[in-house]
């Protein structure tokens, strides 16, 4: 049972252009959202995070929106660039279990010049 | 930032061996850390809860006799994979909760097995 959803394995987009990384839930106990980026043989790399009381966080470059009634957040990356080449993995925290996260399957991201 | 250093790095080992993969927070108290394993091109799966001080919690279908996790201290946790075969070959990450962070987790550097 796939709790989290990434159903883009790969996205390619010309840099300067907007990056879109869709990401799909079902567990409406999940409270916490985060986009981790991540390449082959490293551990994963904390981009952004958003709470499930808010429906927008931006952090230069990245924004998440989250929207809860249609359980899908998604990741905005603008302008893109070719070294945000990557995975890029969401994964969400159930509340009150210990904080373990549910990872998505993960979209692979190419940015070309 | 907070670090959580993953040794080893890359692991080759003979079946019927055991390993052993540690994860040591540097900067930070990690009372909780999470070990997961990623086969290719697939999600990091949550194997394993680990409380310092007590029992490692097993996500279902984990089997804790085969994966022994230890959490004796409040900066090192291992995972020892016990007589291990080749479809144990994968890749295992490592993650410390750290409290009072808008990131919450850090990761490990993960450990490639390779069970020939």
């Known amino acids: 049972d796939q709790q989290v959803k990434q159903n883009s394995p790969s996205l390619s987009v010309q840099e300067g252009r907007i990056s879109i990384l869709n990401c799909d839930y079902t567990?409406?106990?999940?409270?916490?959202f985060l986009w981790y980026k991540k390449y082959p043989a490293e551990g994963p790399t904390f981009l952004i995070s958003?709470?499930?009381?808010?429906d927008k966080n931006e952090d230069g470059r990245f924004t998440v929106f989250l929207n809860k009634s249609a359980k899908h957040l998604s990741l905005h990356i603008v302008p893109s660039q070719p070294g945000d080449s990557a995975v890029y993995f969401c994964?969400?925290?159930?509340?009150?279990?210990?904080?373990?996260?549910?990872f998505g399957q993960g979209t692979e991201l190419s940015v070309k010049p | 930032g907070a670090v959580v250093s993953q040794h080893p790095s890359r692991v080759i080992c003979k079946s019927g061996t055991s390993v052993k993969i540690e994860c040591r927070s540097l900067?930070?108290?990690?009372?909780?850390m999470f070990w997961y394993r990623q086969f290719p091109k697939q999600s990091l799966m949550l194997m394993a809860t680990?409380?310092?001080?007590?029992?490692?919690?097993?996500e279902q279908g984990v089997e804790k006799d085969k994966f022994l996790i230890n959490h004796a201290s409040l900066t090192l946790s291992t995972l020892t994979v016990t007589s291990a075969h080749p479809e144990d070959s994968s890749f295992y990450i490592c993650?410390?909760?750290?409290?009072?962070?808008?990131?919450?987790?850090?990761f490990g550097s993960g450990t490639r097995l390779t069970v020939v």
């Open positions: 994964a969400a925290s159930p509340y009150n279990q210990g904080g373990k996260l549910i």
């Open positions: 567990n409406s106990m999940f409270d916490y």
């Open positions: 958003i709470s499930s009381i808010k």
């Open positions: 900067d930070f108290q990690a009372t909780t």
């Open positions: 680990s409380n310092e001080g007590s029992k490692a919690t097993y």
């Open positions: 993650s410390g909760y750290v409290v009072g962070t808008n990131y919450g987790y850090t």
